[in-house]
């Protein structure tokens, strides 16, 4: 079965600082991962997704999110948060057979 | 604008009423999803069509019912509501539910009160 864990529930952060957001999944086959946005009010978009390749990911709004095979890992970063970039981040997992698996969430406030 | 259309926006029922929360997608995707939202519990997966004519069940099925007549539409049913499905509603479809690296695409969301 698949379970995806975000270690942070809340994070405060001011303008500015730098962000990283934590994301262990367990699988033991091929998966595929994705960071989604919800902003206060909206639905989830998404940011960033990796499936194959260079596990840099660069995404949306100055977001990446780095994969680390050996460590199950997909954590998201921000070198310079914003006020606007306050909202709720869901990692996701998704397998070849389409199964999504989210975690549940990590809500990030940032203070102007 | 192509997407995902839900209704209502919100709705405020009764317990032991029947509600149906309507979903469109005119992205023609063939998997079509229904979560929900709950603080502290992320989403979670109801309900899910992986084609047209075919439906399944998710992780918490239980007093919800779906139907997948057509690639559009996907509709969930509360047969008799209860305040513990007192959420926010999910509608998500993507472009393969073989694939795995097709993002969800989601609605904006039903958020539904039962008293």
């Known amino acids: 079965a698949q379970s995806v864990s975000q270690h942070n529930h809340h994070v405060i952060l001011s303008e500015a600082a730098s962000l990283e957001l934590g994301c262990n999944y367990s699988y033991g086959g091929t998966v595929n991962l994705f960071w989604y946005v919800q902003y206060p009010g909206q639905h989830l978009q998404l940011l960033l997704k990796y499936f194959s390749g260079d596990p840099l990911v660069k995404g949306i709004k100055g977001f990446e999110a780095e994969f680390i095979k050996s460590k199950f890992s997909f954590n998201l970063r921000k070198p310079s948060v914003q006020w606007s970039d306050t909202a709720e981040y869901f990692c996701a997992t998704r397998t070849n057979a389409g199964k999504s698996t989210f975690g549940d969430g990590t809500t990030l406030t940032v203070k102007p | 604008i192509a997407g995902i259309t839900q209704a209502p926006t919100s709705q405020i029922l009764a317990a032991g009423r029947r509600m149906t929360l309507r979903c469109t997608q005119d992205?023609?995707?063939?998997?079509m999803y229904w979560y929900r939202q709950d603080l502290g519990l992320g989403l979670r997966l109801i309900h899910y069509s992986n084609t047209a004519g075919t439906t399944g069940k998710g992780e918490v099925p239980d007093g919800y019912s779906v139907s997948r007549a057509n690639t559009d539409d996907f509709p969930l049913t509360l047969a008799s509501a209860v305040p513990s499905q007192t959420s926010v509603y999910f509608c998500a479809s993507s472009d393969s539910a073989g694939t795995g690296e097709s993002p969800l695409h989601f609605g904006n969301g039903t958020r539904l009160t039962v008293t």
């Open positions: 992205m023609r995707h063939n998997a």
